[in-house]
T-cell receptor, first 112, second 110 residues
Framework: GAGVSQSPSNKVTEKGKDVELRCDPISGHTALYWYRQRLGQGLEFLIYFQGNSAPDKSGLPSDRFSAERTGESVSTLTIQRTQQEDSAVYLCASSLDHQPQHFGDGTRLSIL | KQEVTQIPAALSVPEGENLVLNCSFTDSAIYNLQWFRQDPGKGLTSLLLIQSSQREQTSGRLNASLDKSSGRSTLYIAASQPGDSATYLC?????????FGTGTRLQVFP
């Protein structure tokens, strides 16, 4: 399909392990965003990539969180030494500049 | 710091009713405002986007208005249907990232 694709759809891991989440944006979209949605809470911005510019990392909650993007293609969000409070749905979105953001179905992360 | 609030938090109505969902934001310096729908276990579906220079947008039974100076947006849903049941989120585009409200959980019963 032509939408934003995220993998895995679900991830269960033990506290302290590292996890890597993947996002394939819509082809041609220059902007890519990661958000987090904790149970019963709103979406929180994490990080934003725009073309070859330096990413806006202002939403990353701690230095355990990092993200990379290869050009205008796939992005990975890495969480090191996971904690229980990291349990959430992680959503990725892509867009053209200042156009509607298109979201993937998210990765549901559960930390035991 | 931009804050987005949505009222009501939850709404349960019989089908056929016309609905009003409210969104308010504290910083009027926005590029645009977007309304989304979120179904359980799914990502977000964009419903309407209003640029900062616009006052409203319409799509089918949905109409969204924007009053930037007062920091308010309203989503009207006409002739609601059970298939409209979902969580509705508004989000403002503030310096290239979306700031979301906590949503209105809507249930339309037959």
């Amino acid at each position: 399909g032509a939408g934003v694709s995220q993998s895995p759809s679900n991830k269960v891991t033990e506290k302290g392990k590292d996890v890597e989440l993947r996002c394939d944006p819509i082809s041609g979209h220059t902007a890519l965003y990661w958000y987090r949605q904790r149970l019963g809470q709103g979406l929180e911005f994490l990080i934003y990539f725009q073309g070859n510019s330096a990413p806006d990392k202002s939403g990353l909650p701690s230095d355990r969180f990092s993200a990379e993007r290869t050009g205008e293609s796939v992005s990975t969000l890495t969480i090191q030494r996971t904690q229980q409070e990291d349990s959430a749905v992680y959503l990725c979105a892509s867009s053209l500049d200042h156009q509607p953001q298109h979201f993937g179905d998210g990765t549901r992360l559960s930390i035991l | 710091k931009q804050e987005v609030t949505q009222i009501p938090a939850a709404l349960s109505v019989p089908e056929g009713e016309n609905l009003v969902l409210n969104c308010s934001f504290t910083d009027s310096a926005i590029y645009n405002l977007q309304w989304f729908r979120q179904d359980p276990g799914k990502g977000l579906t964009s419903l309407l986007l209003i640029q900062s220079s616009q006052r409203e947008q319409t799509s089918g039974r949905l109409n969204a208005s924007l009053d930037k100076s007062s920091g308010r947006s309203t989503l009207y849903i006409a002739a609601s249907q059970p298939g409209d049941s979902a969580t509705y989120l508004c989000a403002v585009d503030n310096t290239d990232k979306l700031i979301f409200g906590t949503g209105t959980r809507l249930q339309v019963f037959p």
